[in-house]
């Protein structure tokens, strides 16, 4: 997310933005036209060589085995191309980590402290808000859309009430073997990747990533995502600014509107 803190903008609940159309479908397309490809050809050499081997004399007999077996040496490409549509087709399926996101569908509400002020011993802003989590497209991405309302110094620099509204999108892919996320909200016009892993025996996700919510400022994320009980989410964002320690900037909790 990207929310003002010490190091810049972050957000109350990054957790990813929408993707669009994999390539995958294109490559999907490619493949089955290759293979189309492989067997008009096979099929042309086959027709070409009927004819020469009929008007060939004594050596038509010894050239002719040769001939038909030049067809042959086609589906090695033919069988690539399979491979990799398998391949494909695996890299599509659901498994458990998906059912791991679908467990986090739902309404919640949350509360929002960031630690904004330089002094270490000031007390953190609070903000409160709503998310709204539901898994789309046959069970393959998890999305959210949050709303809520928070204190931001204006363009004076007073504070003012400030309508704060964040989209984001989860998955976990197959072919890197991790859990990804993206984000967008109305306060940037970026758009934030990150990578992470589960551990199970915490239930708890950790994701990492790297922001630049103005020129020259590259801050490093750590998101700890847990879920405490079926009802209840915490979510801890730190931050690691270049050269800097790690501090942790803003807290999340969770609560299911609408208990399991």
């Keep these: 997310m990207a929310l003002f803190s010490l190091t810049g903008f972050v957000g109350p609940e990054k957790i990813g933005v929408m993707k669009i159309l994999p390539l995958k479908y294109a490559a999907i397309l490619q493949a089955i036209c290759s293979l189309g490809i492989i067997v008009l050809t096979a099929a042309a050499q086959a027709q070409t060589s009927t004819p020469a081997t009929a008007t060939t004399q004594p050596q038509t007999a010894t050239t002719a085995p040769a ?13 690539d191309q399979a491979e990799m549509m ?15 996101l679908a467990e986090t569908a739902g309404t919640w509400s949350y509360t929002v402290k960031m630690w904004m002020n330089p002094d270490p011993n000031a007390k ?29 110094p204006g363009a004076n620099g007073k504070m003012q009430n400030f309508t ?16 990804v996320s993206s984000w967008i909200d109305n306060m940037g016009t970026g758009i934030e990747n990150s990578e992470g892993t589960y551990d199970p025996s ?14 020259g400022m590259k801050t490093h ?10 009802n209840h989410m915490d979510l801890e964002w730190y931050e690691t600014a270049a050269g800097g320690q790690e501090k942790k900037t803003m807290e999340i909790n969770y609560t299911r509107s609408g208990k399991k």
């Design 67 to 79: 001939v038909a077996t030049s067809p042959v040496a086609a589906p090695s490409g033919q069988t």
């Design 86 to 100: 398998k391949q494909m087709m695996e890299m599509m399926k659901l498994n458990e980590n998906h059912k791991l």
């Design 124 to 152: 953190p802003s609070e903000s409160k808000g709503t998310g709204v989590r539901k898994m789309v497209l046959d069970g393959h991405y998890l999305t959210g859309d949050y709303v809520g309302k928070m204190m931001m």
């Design 164 to 179: 704060f509204h964040g989209m984001g999108i989860e998955a976990y892919d197959n072919a890197k073997k991790k859990f």
């Design 202 to 215: 915490t239930k708890t996700w950790t994701y990492t990533s790297e922001m630049e919510p103005i020129p």
């Design 221 to 230: 994320v750590r998101e700890v995502l847990k879920m405490t009980d079926k």
